[in-house]
């Protein structure tokens, strides 16, 4: 799950957050620009419909995939982004070719309802971490931001699997100075 940062578009299996869509669709529509207005306008109105199907599909799903059902408005879609990609409003032409360069990023969610849509949950996830490294001022070394990455995919690992990080990196290092092999992170506990 990505936003629209090019970097991004190396990684073939991945899907794009549609919030971040939405917000760029919504500034379109409170441009002075008609035609971003209207562009911006259609952008929001076509994934609202289609974020309404895709969580519909999650309680119910379909016989037929969602990219079949409908796919004239995804190709009148395309056909409008292709027209804009070129247009003079900057943030408009940005938005179609956007759209147009992550088509199957954004839109294979149609296909694979029980996807996520936005990528609201990693953000939250990283929060924290994004304020306490703006506090310190990052690290000092490439090590030093390995080890930080590290440290943070495992603490976040634990938590999600109600594990004490603290109580696993302890035998991490025990382990590590009796030169024992590192131990596997912990499993989600079983209620009994």
């Known amino acids: 799950m990505s936003d629209g940062y090019t970097v991004y578009r190396k990684y073939l299996s991945r899907l794009r957050c549609w919030a971040h869509l939405l917000r760029k669709a919504k500034g379109l529509n409170e441009s002075l620009n008609r035609d971003a207005q209207l562009f911006g306008q259609q952008t929001h109105d076509l994934l ?5 199907a ?3 599909a999650r309680i119910t799903p379909p016989d037929t995939p969602l990219s079949e059902t409908y796919r004239l408005q995804l190709l009148l879609y ?16 940005a938005l179609a070719t956007e759209m147009l360069n ?6 294979q969610v149609l296909d694979q309802p029980h996807q996520p849509l936005t990528n609201n949950e990693a953000e939250r996830a990283l929060r924290h971490w994004v304020i306490l490294r703006g506090i310190c ?4 070394s ?13 603490i976040e ?15 991490v290092i025990a382990s590590q100075r009796s030169g024992l092999p590192v ?3 912990p499993i989600v506990r079983v209620s009994e």
Request: with cysteine; proline share 3%; charged share 20%.
């Open 48 to 52: 609202a419909v289609l974020i309404g």
């Open 54 to 56: 895709v969580r519909k």
């Open 78 to 93: 395309q056909q409008m982004c292709i027209q804009m990609k070129t247009h003079e409003h900057k943030k408009t032409a």
């Open 102 to 107: 992550d088509w199957t990023a954004i839109f």
């Open 137 to 140: 001022y990052g690290t000092r």
């Open 142 to 154: 490439e090590n030093g931001t390995r080890v930080f990455a590290i440290l943070i995919s495992v």
């Open 157 to 171: 690992t634990c938590r999600k699997r109600n594990q004490s990080p603290w109580i696993y990196l302890a035998q």
């Open 183 to 185: 131990p596997a992170l």
